[in-house]
C-alpha cells in the first residue's frame, strides 16, 4: 500500500516538473518573441521589388512585315515549338494563319484578272480605232486625187465650172488635212489608255506578286541559332504563344536572347521611385534556386511611369543589370530584388512593430524598465521596410515590447525634454 503510495506521489512530482520546465521554456519563448532590443549598426535602406530577367540583348524572329497596305493588321499563330526550344538558323519556328491572306489574294487576282481584261480590250479598241482612222485617210486620199483630175480637165470648160471643180478639191484637201489631225490625236489618246490600262495591270500584278511572295512569310524561321523565348505583347503583358494575335505593328513572334547578359526588369512605385538612380548596388535572389545569390548595379530608371494592369497605382520601370554570368539564367525567371538605396552607419534602430503613435505629433515606444514598463516618446528619422532609425530617445540594448500592452492605455508618455528625470522616478 505505502509503495502504490510513493509510486502516485513521484508520477504526480513528474509531472509538476515537467509542467513548471514547459511553461518556462514557452514563457522564454513568448518573452523573447515580444520584446526587441534597441540595435546599433549600418542601417541600410533598401527597396525591395519582384522583377524578371530578361537577356541585354536579343533577336526578334520575325513574322511577315508590310501587310498593313493590304488591310492586314493582326494575324494568328496557328503553332509555334514550345518555349526554351534550341534552333538552328533557318529552323521552323512557328506556322501563321494565312487565311486573311488567302481572302486578299483572291481579290488581287480578280482585280489582277480584270486589269489584264481591260488591257487587252484597250489594246483592241485602240487597233481598230486607228486602223479605220488610216483607212479614212486613204480613202481621202483617193478622193484628193480624184478631184485633182476634174480640175485639170476643167481647164477647157467655162470659167464657172473651173472654179466650181477648184473648190472640191480644196474642200478634199481640208478634209484630209482634219483627217490626219484627228488620227494624230486618236493616236494620242489610244497611247495614254494602253498606257492607264497597262499602269493598272502592272499595280495589280506587283501587288499580287508581292503578297504571293509574302505568304512564304507566314512559315516563320529563326534567323540565327539560339533558344527561342516567348515575347510578351507589349499592350497586355501576356505571352505570345501559339492562339496568339501579332501585330503589325509590332511582328515580333518570339525571341533569340543572348543569355550570357542578363537584366532584371522591375516596377518601383511612385512612393520609392524617389530613392532610386542608376548605379546603386543590388542584392538578387532567385525563385528558382532559393541558395543562389547574385548581384547587379541598376542601369535604367524611368522618367515616366505607367499604369499597372488593373490597378489605378502608377509604376516605374527599372533595369537591373546581373553582374554574373551563370548557365542556370533563364529568361522570364523571377527575381526578388533587393535595391540598396543607402547605407547609414552608427545608427540606433528598432523594429518598426515597436513604434506607436497619439494623435498627430507623438511617437513612442514601451520600454522595460526593472519590472515594469514606461511609454516613451522617441524621434524618428529614416526608415526601411522592416525598421526605423531613432534619433532621440533611446539607448543601444534597450529592450522594447512588441505586444499592445493594453494595461499601460492609461499611462502618461513620458517626453523626451523629461525623460531622464521622470524614468530615474519610473525606475
Do not use: C, H
Not at 515549338?81 to 486573311?100: C, F, I, M, N, P
Amino acid at each position: 500500500m505505502k509503495r502504490k503510495l510513493f509510486i502516485g506521489i513521484g508520477v504526480l512530482a513528474g509531472i509538476i516538473v515537467f509542467a513548471v520546465i514547459y511553461n518556462s521554456n514557452s514563457s522564454t519563448a513568448d518573452d523573447t518573441a515580444m520584446f526587441s532590443e534597441v540595435k546599433f549598426g549600418d542601417f541600410v535602406i533598401a527597396v525591395n521589388t519582384s522583377g524578371e530577367l530578361e537577356a541585354k540583348n536579343s533577336i526578334d524572329i520575325i513574322g511577315p512585315t508590310g501587310l498593313r497596305e493590304f488591310r492586314i493588321y493582326e494575324i494568328k499563330i496557328e503553332d509555334m515549338v514550345d518555349e526554351g526550344t534550341r534552333v538552328k538558323k533557318g529552323a521552323y519556328v512557328a506556322r501563321l494563319d494565312q487565311s486573311q491572306l488567302s481572302d486578299k489574294l483572291k481579290t488581287l487576282t480578280n482585280d489582277l484578272e480584270q486589269s489584264l481584261s481591260k488591257y487587252t480590250q484597250v489594246k483592241l479598241d485602240t487597233a481598230l480605232t486607228l486602223r479605220v482612222a488610216r483607212d479614212e485617210m486613204i480613202n481621202l486620199k483617193f478622193s484628193v486625187d480624184e478631184k485633182q483630175i476634174v480640175v485639170d480637165q476643167s481647164m477647157f470648160e467655162a470659167p464657172a465650172t473651173q472654179q466650181k471643180a477648184q473648190i472640191e478639191l480644196d474642200k478634199a484637201k481640208r478634209t484630209l488635212e482634219q483627217s490626219k489631225g484627228n488620227y494624230v490625236l486618236k493616236k494620242r489618246k489610244a497611247v495614254a489608255e494602253m498606257q492607264e490600262a497597262a499602269a493598272k495591270m502592272s499595280v495589280n500584278q506587283m501587288a499580287f506578286d508581292k503578297l504571293t511572295e509574302k505568304k512564304k512569310e507566314f512559315t516563320v524561321k529563326a534567323p540565327a541559332d539560339g533558344m527561342v523565348i516567348y515575347k510578351k505583347n507589349r499592350w497586355s503583358g501576356t505571352k505570345i504563344a501559339t492562339g496568339s494575335n501579332i501585330s503589325m505593328w509590332d511582328p515580333a513572334v518570339a525571341q533569340l536572347p543572348d543569355i550570357s547578359q542578363m537584366i532584371s526588369k522591375t516596377f518601383v512605385n511612385e512612393v520609392d521611385i524617389r530613392v532610386i538612380k542608376k548605379g546603386l548596388d543590388v542584392e538578387l535572389g532567385l525563385d528558382a534556386f532559393a541558395d543562389k545569390k547574385l548581384t547587379g548595379k541598376v542601369v535604367s530608371v524611368a522618367n515616366v511611369g505607367e499604369q499597372k494592369p488593373n490597378s489605378v497605382d502608377k509604376v516605374f520601370q527599372v533595369d537591373i543589370l546581373i553582374n554574373e554570368s551563370d548557365t542556370t539564367l533563364r529568361p522570364t525567371m523571377t527575381t526578388s530584388n533587393n535595391i540598396i538605396a543607402s547605407v547609414i552607419p552608427d545608427a540606433l534602430f528598432v523594429p518598426l512593430e515597436a513604434l506607436r503613435s497619439q494623435g498627430d505629433s507623438i511617437t513612442y515606444v514601451v520600454q522595460r524598465s526593472g519590472l515594469s514598463f514606461v511609454k516613451k516618446e522617441v524621434t524618428v528619422g529614416e526608415t526601411n521596410a522592416d525598421e526605423a532609425i531613432i534619433l532621440e530617445g533611446l539607448n543601444q540594448g534597450d529592450m522594447l515590447s512588441l505586444s499592445s500592452n493594453d494595461d499601460l492605455e492609461g499611462e502618461e508618455i513620458i517626453r523626451l525634454k523629461y525623460t531622464v528625470a521622470k524614468l530615474e522616478k519610473a525606475r
